[in-house]
């Protein structure tokens, strides 16, 4: 097929343009006539666009792929090492579905062995990867469109988002996948909040509107379970548990005030109530705003327990009181 060096050329398209009509012959049932060869396009650097990185993720997860989920699991080992090779080499990269293809990895159905091994090793390795920055511009998955709130936020804080930067700190807040981070993410988070344009302002103004936004269809991306109601999708989900915890880090007195009125939002149901004792429209969220509460100080650590006391009396969500008794 030619030259495929770095930089790309007449060949290197050539050849993506090949890897993506064998793709798309895969995911419709023509594994045994064209897996060999995109097995061997899936190791060469042929400089992908995040435009066809792109479409290879959304052959693969979300409403519009190409393939069911058991023929996802089918043809897991044929299917997605060729849609990671893009993912890597392109600038940007849909987050969302990397992160659904990694969960998936996870599946018993799949034969074990080194090869997915290093496949879930791919995964993880771009999901801790910072966003590729261009100056003026936010990352495509940074606020995405697979809920309401990312469009939301875009079209309100135009301003704000691409400000010096707004998009390496905000890309730092969406690698927070869990309730508490490392002291390494925290130390980053804090310096990087320092560096950005009108930070607190940013922080803050993005989570008056999650604290807002109402409960709606998102897209899960996870396999069977292509929509649920909540108030962010995963990725602005991260993103958001970023903000909350950067937010320890802003001494101003909307601070407590906005953070409980997140944790009150999220860790109750439509209306403000406090739910079915199951219900909530953001358990994760609901989770973290509660753990950034119980880890304030000092005069702000007294305000942030009055909260608690009153998330305490409204919640009802089992697992979500458990972790507001902790927090007090």
Not at 24 to 41: I, S
Request: charged content about 25%.
């Amino acid at each position: 097929m030619g030259n495929t060096g770095p930089g790309g050329g007449r060949d290197a398209r050539e050849c993506r343009e090949s890897a993506l009509a064998l793709h798309l012959r895969v995911c419709r049932g023509a594994e045994h006539e064209a897996g060999a060869a995109l097995a061997e396009l899936s190791g060469r650097e042929l400089g992908w666009t995040t435009a066809e990185s792109d479409v290879l993720l959304a052959r693969l997860v979300g409403k519009d792929s190409e393939v069911a989920p058991h023929e996802l699991q089918g043809a897991f080992l044929v299917l997605v090492p060729i849609a990671l090779a893009a993912a890597e080499q392109a600038e940007e990269f849909d987050r969302a579905r990397v992160g659904s293809l990694r969960r998936s990895a996870e599946s018993p159905s799949l034969p074990r062995g080194d090869e997915l091994a290093a496949l879930r090793d791919r995964m993880d390795a771009l999901l801790r990867r910072e966003s590729t920055i261009v100056p003026g511009r936010l990352p495509h998955h940074l606020l995405d469109g697979l809920d309401a709130y990312g469009p939301a936020m875009r079209a309100a804080h135009g301003d704000l988002l691409t400000g010096t930067g707004a998009a390496l700190f905000l890309g730092h807040c969406a690698l927070l996948d869990r309730t508490r981070p490392t002291r390494a993410w925290r130390r980053r988070a804090a310096v990087l909040l320092a560096e950005t344009a009108r930070g607190e302002e940013l922080v803050r103004r993005l989570l008056e509107g999650v604290a807002a936004q109402p409960e709606h269809r998102v897209s899960d991306l996870a396999p069977l379970v292509m929509v649920r109601q909540d108030i962010a999708g995963d990725t602005n989900t991260s993103l958001v548990r970023g903000l909350l915890r950067s937010a320890l880090d802003i001494d101003a007195d909307w601070v407590v005030p906005l953070v409980g009125a997140v944790a009150l939002h999220a860790g109750t149901g439509a209306g403000g109530s406090g739910g079915s004792g199951t219900a909530c429209r953001s358990r994760p969220l609901a989770t973290a705003a509660v753990a950034v509460l119980g880890d304030c100080e000092g005069a702000r650590g007294e305000e942030a327990g009055r909260w608690l006391g009153r998330l305490a009396g409204t919640v009802r969500n089992r697992a979500l009181a458990k972790e507001i008794a902790k927090a007090r």
